[in-house]
């Protein structure tokens, strides 16, 4: 048994639960909530469906997804990308360009620490999409400029 997997065993017998993965961002004066893989948004499919072009354009310019931030198994239905993608700042990056495609601007809130694969995604989004993106974590403010570059100089 992996070490993740022994430590949700004990959480799981200890009655201890994992604090879900939150993020919560501003658009057009609204404060919206996306919890990982949420799809109760009443814009979801086209959520999703901008997040299937964002990982697209990740791919097309050299990211690779990285599963040592997945600490379980996964489902049949699931693979390594979906699982990522699923991550709550990436459906609050995704659901900024559904609402407004040309944002120059998006800022984020998580109560969680950014993962590894979502921290290199979403500079290279700000790249691509050439925008700042602010992302609030639990432990710092990242500022991922459109020259792809992160002002915690990747130290996360």
């Given at each position: 048994m992996n070490k993740a997997s022994s430590i949700r065993s004990e959480l799981s017998r200890s009655g201890a639960k994992k604090k879900p993965g939150l993020s919560w961002t501003v658009v057009?004066?609204?404060?919206?909530?996306?919890?990982?893989?949420?799809?109760?948004?009443?814009?979801?499919a086209e959520i999703y469906v901008e997040l299937e072009k964002i990982s697209r354009e990740l791919i097309e310019h050299g990211h690779e997804y990285d599963s040592s931030w997945i600490t379980r198994p996964l489902a049949e239905?699931?693979?390594?990308?979906?699982?990522?993608?699923?991550?709550?700042?990436?459906?609050?990056?995704?659901?900024?360009?559904v609402a407004n495609a040309d944002t120059t601007f998006i800022q984020i809130t998580k109560n969680l620490r950014v993962c590894?694969?979502?921290?290199?995604?979403?500079?290279?989004?700000?790249?691509?999409?050439?925008?700042?993106?602010?992302?609030?974590?639990?432990?710092?403010?990242?500022?991922?400029?459109?020259?792809?570059?992160?002002?915690?100089?990747?130290?996360?």
């Open positions: 057009n004066g609204e404060l919206y909530q996306f919890l990982a893989h949420d799809r109760s948004h009443p814009r979801s239905d699931e693979t390594i990308e979906s699982v990522l993608c699923g991550h709550s700042e990436k459906l609050a990056i995704a659901w900024n360009f590894g694969d979502c921290h290199q995604a979403t500079k290279l989004i700000a790249a691509i999409r050439r925008c700042h993106i602010v992302v609030r974590d639990a432990n710092r403010i990242h500022h991922f400029d459109p020259d792809g570059q992160c002002s915690c100089n990747d130290y996360f």
